[in-house]
Structures are given as structure tokens and as C-alpha cells.
């Protein structure tokens, strides 16, 4: 009976085995299928557009962690909007485009990154939502200047540097233009004294620092090397670094300008990126460091950094780094809030993106696309472990200024924010 | 009637039968030590120039036999095992990775098949197992977006092959943050093994096994739309030892050996 029983098991034990084995092995061959690579699916529909865009902004955005907007509710809102613009045979192609553009700027509206600029090639659309949320706000200093009786800047700024190059300056500053930039706009710089004090002003209007500074016009390079040769002058009491309306550039003008003021590395924060294709896949925060410049020993004497909400980017990074140092004062208005670094996509599979491929050129070989995502690469966090972005950094002493303060009844200006800058430091 | 009188027959003979079963039941407990490999079975192709790779880790468990008879036992072994990997880029960006070296205490549960002789007998383990992520370290390298070398000098070679030659590297190695939201830190998943056991002595055996576990959940909570899914896939070799204890029915059953001399197939 017991023999019975034994080969009975025997043979349901390796029925068993053999049925478990094929389910087991079976289970193995995961099926994982993802999307396409970044620009790389051949769009026809609108469907398959804001599909493209949609997980592409769910790959590569670096925001997501601190991002308040619900990038699941946005598909389950916009998805069905674009798939009727491919069912809605009413429609004209103008109203598409004025739909479709609609749907993208209320998909991206609430993005905290403030470098985030949604072009849509294909309608010829443009979407920033941190400049759309600033112009809301009637005191932002575009808006007061749509009033203003004229504009007084030759540099891109609103009204800063041609006045303090004439009101506040002594007569040996220095002064270098560059016009030769085509693409980014007249390059200004300018050095010298404030008036009747020893406070050394340094001022310029994009961080092309490193650039001009090794092939741009004679006149930059010699007011560069004036201002970094003051910085040794013994007689300097103060210095004041203005960044207003600087709307960014180059983050290797830091080493250059924040490097001469520094004796040891400066540790102003963190940056990290994406680490995978989910939308919390992050690397671990990286050290943000300042690297001083060989040849240039610390600067000890206070510091007053001038920002505002025109200033973006590096200018932010710069007022942020000043400000670890111990002797700085922030001087202006809360800027922009764009503070984390930009890079090509494929650096860290994360950052600017195109999406919708609509095609290719036979004879060229350009692949055209339905629009491109211009967005940071990675999060920067400031050494007193908070994110900035889409918020701006705050400044010590806010000094907000309206119309009445700038443009005086007797037809000439003044600047209330340098002002106080001035009060701030030894004469 | 009838039928009532059978069916009490056939429950009395099956109860007898499984009581006999129980009492030539035999209890090991030991400890088994081992490497593995495992694979994140996962999709990067969306991501330029990045790959998964296995990167090996150690197990250590204790195995628990309850052994029913000669060729059916039911085994657990509950265990740390790290289930590590590596994320990696290559081409222009090698050198850039992370690795991930995840520890689970594991409790796998199995039906053991054995075949063979006496001493020296194969067997084979199925079943499944359930497991908490209790730990993970990372380590790797990144290029720093924020740490230039100092102006006027240049880590840029002549002839850049890497990402590494243009930008400074972050190195990092430090324990992993766990994200509530996004990762899963139960799993569970099927597991076979196959071993070969030698009974040293009378109350020892050693073994060798081989066993793959193979993760039927997901690495990652269901936390957004589109997810692309990650599980675990782990090969084992180990090595140990089992120690049959002197249970209650052990010793009664050698009570039984010497008053009454009682031939028990074993």
C-alpha cells in the first residue's frame, strides 16, 4: 500500500514540478515596454504629440520632487482636449492651433522652473509661465516701466547703468562695450568709484565674463582688469557687485568673479539631477563649490550685492554666493527664481527637450519638430538647504521702487536701491 | 448510511496515516551562507547611453527543514540577501554610474523534492518568498554641473574621451534615502532551488544549493502614470549545514524504540 502511495506521489510530484517550472521560467520574461527615446517617436496626431511632450516632461523635468503641480492630473485633463483636436473634423486649422496652444500653456502653467520656456515651433507660439506670473504683478519692473516717460538704458537694463555711470561715478571708472554680440546683445561693463567715497562698483549685463574677458572688445577686457586690480587696492573700503536686470549666462563666470574675491573654496550649495527614467529618480545633492582664482587673495572688506527681479540665473547664483560670504549685505528686490543650471539633455538624459517629431527632410536631413521644451537640467539648493526655484531669493534689505523714486521733477534720476547700498558700506 | 460509516473509515485512516507521517517527521535548523547576482529587469532604452548592469552580493540564513519523509520535506530559510545592481552610462559618459547595493531580509517558503540515495541525495525546492527592502547603500559618480576647476587652469584634456575630461566629477557613497512615495519596499516573488545534501553524521547533513528568486512586484509604488515597472531577479549559490533537533516526538518516538521495539520506516 505504502509502495502504491510513494510512486502515486512520485508521479504527481514531477507533474507538478514539470506545470511549476514552465509558470515559474514562464514569469520570468518580464515584458517592460517604455517610451521611445526623446524626439525620437514619429508623431502624425495630436494625441500622439501631447503623449510625446507629456512623457517627456515626466522623464526629464528635474522638478518633480518640489513641483506642486500633479503632472497625472494633467494627462487625465489635456489627453482627452488633444484627442479631440484629432476628432473634430469642424474644425479649422487656426482654431487647432489656437486650441492646442491653449492646452500647452495650461499644461505648463504652474511649472516652478523659471527658465522653462515652451516654444511651439509648429504654431509659432511661445510660453513662459515665470514671466507670465511676473507680469501679473502690477510692481514687477517691467510693468512700471510701461509707464515710465522713457526708458534711460543703452544696455538692456531699465534704468540702471547709464545713469550710475554719470550720477554715481568718479571720473576715473571704466566703461567697456562689446556690440559685436549678435545673438546675446550689446555686452556692458562697467567699473570705477562711487562718487566722493572709496567703494569700489563693479556692474555688467550678462555673464559673459570669461568670454569677453579672452576675446571680446579692448575696452571690456581693460575694465575687467582695472576692476580685478582694485580689488587689491588697499584704499577700497566696500564693494558693491550689481547684478539688476542681469538675466544670466555662463556658469563659469563664477570661479572668474566670485573666485577673485576668496582665498578658500566656497561651498554655496547643492545641485543634483535625474538618475532614471521615473519622475523621482534623482542623483544624490552635489557640492556647489567656488573654486578661488590663482592669484587672487580674499576679499575682506563688507560686500553689498545689488539684485532684483530682473535678475535670473547666474545673476542669482552670484548674489547667492556672495551672501555665503560672511561680509555681504543683499541689497534690492527678490529675483527671478531661476536658479538651476542648463545643460544638453543627454548630460543627464534630463533637461531641454524637442518633441513631436513631425518629420524629416529627404534632402537636408533636418528632422523637424512640433515644438522644444527649454527647461533646466538640473535642482539647485542653496547652502541653507532651500530650493529657490520659482521663488527667488530674498534679499536682506528690500527696497522696492516705484516711478515717483526713480524719475525726479528735475528731469534727472536716482536710484533708491544704490542708494542704500551706499549707506551700507564705509566711505 | 453506508456512505456515513465509509466516510468516517476514510477520515479515520487518513487521520491515522498523517499521524504516522507526523510522528517519522523530522525537524533540521541550521545556517547557510552564499553569493548571488542579481538583475533589475526594468527598460532604460528611452534613456542615451544608460544600461542596467548585475553586480554580485552575499546571502547569509538560517535554514529551518521539517523533514515529512524520505523524499518530501517543507523548508524555510528566512535570510538577509542583498539583491544589488548598477545603473551606468556609456560610451562619451562612462564613468558616470551609480551603484545600488540593496539588502532584504527574505523569507522564502518552499516544498523540497528529494531523489536519490542515503546519504548523498539532490533535491529540488519551489515555493515563494516575501521580502522587506531593509536597506541600501549607493555609491558612484556624477559630472558636478557646479564645480569648475579654478580659472586659468583646466581638467579639459587635449583629446576629451570622457565625460570626466571636461567636467568634474561628484563621487558619492552614502547611505540611500528612502522615498515613501516612490519606492516599494515589500516584495514578493516565486523561488526554486536545486541542491545536492551529504549526511555527515547521523544528526548532520551539509548542502549546496542554487536558487533563483524572480520578483513578481514591482521595485516602485504605482506613483505615476506611464511607470516603467523594475523587479528583481536574483541567482543564489550557498552553502550550509542542517541539525536535526531531538523534538518531543524524537524523543517519544525513541521511548517507543526501547520499551517496544517498534519498526518504523524512517
Known sequence: MQNIMKKAFSKLTIASFTLFISLFFTSCHKEIS?????????????????????????????????????????????APKFAALDKDSTLTSDSINSLSNSYFKGMVD????????????????????????????????????????????????????????SLYLDGNKMVGIDTSQTVTGNFYALAGFIQNTHILYFSFNVFQLVTQYNSGDSSVHATLDY???????????????????????????LNFLIGSLISSPLHIGYTRSKSGSGRLDYTPWADAIVTPRPGFSAF???????????????????????????????????????????????????????????????????????????????????????????????????????LNQIFLPNNTVDDPQLDKAISLLPK | MIIKRKLLLFTAILVLTSLSYLANAQFYVGAEVGGNENYLITNVSNLISTEYVPINGFNIGVPVEYKVNDWFSLKSTPNFIQKNYQLQRTGFYQGVYQESKNGYLQIPVSAQFSFGGRALKG???????????????????????????????????????????????????????????????????????????????KNYKVFTEFKYYDALTDQQKNYELEQV??????????????????????????????????????
Open chain 1, 110 to 165: 504652474g511649472l516652478i522652473d523659471s527658465h522653462y520656456f515652451l516654444s511651439l515651433y509648429y504654431t509659432l507660439y511661445g510660453i513662459s509661465p515665470s514671466q507670465d506670473r511676473k507680469l501679473k504683478n502690477p510692481v514687477f519692473i517691467e510693468n512700471l516701466f510701461q509707464t515710465a516717460p522713457y526708458t534711460p538704458s543703452v544696455d538692456g537694463k531699465f534704468y540702471y547703468t547709464a545713469y550710475i555711470d
Open chain 1, 300 to 402: 575682506t572688506k563688507p560686500i553689498v550685492a545689488l539684485a532684483d527681479g530682473e535678475s535670473a540665473s547666474m545673476a542669482e547664483l552670484t548674489t547667492m554666493s556672495l551672501r555665503a560670504l560672511s561680509k555681504t549685505t543683499f541689497v534690492g528686490d527678490t529675483t527671478w527664481g531661476a536658479n538651476g543650471p542648463l545643460t544638453q539633455n543627454v548630460d543627464y538624459n534630463a533637461g531641454t527637450f524637442n518633441f513631436g517629431n513631425i518629420g524629416t527632410a529627404i534632402e537636408t536631413g533636418t528632422t523637424y519638430y512640433y515644438g522644444n521644451a527649454y527647461t533646466s537640467s538640473c535642482m539647485f539648493k542653496y547652502i541653507d538647504g532651500n530650493v529657490y526655484e520659482g521663488k527667488g531669493f530674498p534679499p536682506n534689505y528690500d527696497v522696492k521702487v516705484s
Open chain 1, 34 to 78: 517604455t517610451t521611445n527615446q526623446l524626439g525620437n517617436a514619429y508623431t502624425i496626431s495630436y494625441t500622439q504629440i501631447f503623449e510625446d511632450f507629456w512623457n517627456s516632461m515626466n522623464k526629464t523635468y528635474v522638478f518633480w520632487g518640489v513641483d506642486p503641480t500633479n503632472w497625472d492630473q494633467i494627462h487625465n485633463t489635456y
Open chain 1, 227 to 253: 576692476f580685478f586690480k582694485q580689488l587689491s587696492n588697499p584704499a577700497v573700503s566696500g564693494l558693491i557687485i550689481d547684478v539688476r536686470g542681469n538675466g544670466g549666462g555662463s556658469t563659469q563666470d
Open chain 2, 123 to 201: 533535491y529540488l525546492n519551489l515555493g515563494g518568498y516575501g521580502a522587506y527592502w531593509a536597506s541600501s547603500h549607493i555609491k558612484g559618480a556624477f559630472a558636478n554641473p557646479l564645480n569648475y576647476p579654478a580659472y586659468g587652469t583646466s581638467n579639459t584634456a587635449y583629446y576629451s574621451v570622457t565625460v570626466f575630461d571636461y567636467e568634474t566629477p561628484y563621487y558619492y557613497d552614502e547611505k540611500y534615502q528612502f522615498n515613501s512615495t516612490k519606492d516599494n519596499r515589500f516584495e514578493f516573488g516565486v523561488y526554486a532551488g536545486l541542491g545536492i545534501s551529504y549526511q555527515v553524521a
Open chain 2, 229 to 266: 515597472p523594475r523587479y528583481n531577479e536574483t541567482g543564489s549559490i550557498s552553502v550550509g549545514f542542517l541539525y536535526q533537533l531531538k523534538t518531543k516526538y524524537n524523543k517519544y518516538r525513541n521511548h517507543r524504540f526501547k520499551n517496544h521495539t517498534l519498526q518504523v520506516n524512517n
